[in-house]
């Protein structure tokens, strides 16, 4: 069979059958008496042979040697291929997401698409003060696009980038809820506790909604992060898990300090002094737990927790009594 008739048949171009010919990968195992390739079903075989490890992504030196070396290991060089492949789609993966970025940030022209692309590799950066200063200058001329802003704080174990990128997401609004809404339900426990600390700087009722749903959460650290945040915001289902901060000894004062912003509102200090008397009156409480509860009622107005200020003056533990004689004073003085 002539050159032409192989390559209408096989798909291959005549000039690449010249190459694979001058290459020794395919030589024609006959010439015509004009001179021509004659190629036999043997050659056409071998053809597809290569056609079919070059579509694997072969090299054509590979392809000679799997076909031409009988010590060749296909295994190792499909794992090669494997890892390659991996690695080409991870980077086609990070540029389509990288571009994807850039369109949500509608640029208005190569100007505001410099500034996107440079204002994303400094989030990326390896030095802490490029991220902080990225985060910190998103908005200024161009905002750098959401997904990046909420990628960047879920991952920052730098304390001052982070607080850079939660203030640079609460900038815009609740556009990055729904991605931080996912990382409460990562499974890593760091990315969790970033996630709610993100939503607790953002001030709107669909943050608030999902730090309501956070209250729930198996997750100790995001339930206590939601609850500070909702006693700030006058969120009365805060109050329990505040209470067993109290109780723990964990970020108690920021707990305490919630609470006593509750209690301004008047239909919730008597709920909040009578939660934490209830707590009080359990014999499986230790002394320190008595006494953070009973430190905590010095914020609480109302006349529940004089009573149980009156009441806790005589109580059998003598540094819980002495707590409630010094509240008590400090009370009267006002």
Not at 124 to 148: D, M, Y
């Amino acid at each position: 069979m002539l050159i032409g008739e192989v390559a209408r048949r096989s798909g291959v171009s005549a000039r690449m059958l010249r190459h694979y010919d001058s290459l020794g990968l395919v030589r024609p195992t006959g010439r015509t008496d004009a001179g021509y390739r004659e190629y036999s079903s043997e050659d056409i075989r071998r053809i597809f042979h290569i056609e079919s490890l070059r579509s694997l992504g072969l090299s054509l030196r590979e392809v000679r040697r799997a076909l031409d070396d009988p010590g060749f290991r296909p295994s190792e060089l499909v794992d090669d291929l494997i890892r390659q492949t991996r690695e080409r789609i991870a980077g086609e993966t990070e540029l389509l997401t990288r571009l994807r970025r850039i369109g949500a940030a509608e640029p208005a022209g190569w100007e505001d698409v410099l500034q996107i692309v440079a204002l994303l590799q400094a989030l990326g950066s390896e030095s802490a003060g490029k991220r902080q200063r990225a985060a910190l200058s998103s908005g200024e001329k161009v905002r750098v696009p959401v997904e990046a802003l909420v990628e960047a704080a879920l991952s920052e174990t730098d304390p001052n980038v982070a607080g850079a990128l939660r203030w640079a997401l609460a900038q815009s609004g609740d556009a990055g809820l729904a991605l931080l809404a996912d990382g409460l339900g990562s499974p890593m426990a760091e990315v969790r506790k970033r996630a709610v600390q993100s939503i607790a700087e953002i001030p709107n009722g669909e943050a608030t909604a999902l730090l309501q749903d956070a209250l729930t959460s198996p997750d100790i650290v995001v339930r206590e992060h939601a609850a500070v945040a909702l006693g700030a915001r006058g969120v009365a289902d805060a109050v329990p898990t505040l209470i067993d901060m109290i109780v723990e000894g964990t970020n108690d004062a920021d707990a305490a300090d919630a609470l006593s912003a509750l209690a301004s509102h008047p239909a919730l200090a008597d709920q909040i002094a009578t939660g934490l008397v209830d707590r009080l009156a359990r014999r499986t409480i230790g002394s320190s737990a008595r006494q953070r509860l009973t430190q905590a009622l010095a914020d609480i107005p109302g006349i529940t927790t004089s009573r149980a200020l009156a009441d806790l003056s005589h109580d059998e533990d003598r540094a819980v009594a002495l707590t409630a004689i010094y509240i008590l004073g400090i009370r009267s003085a006002r």
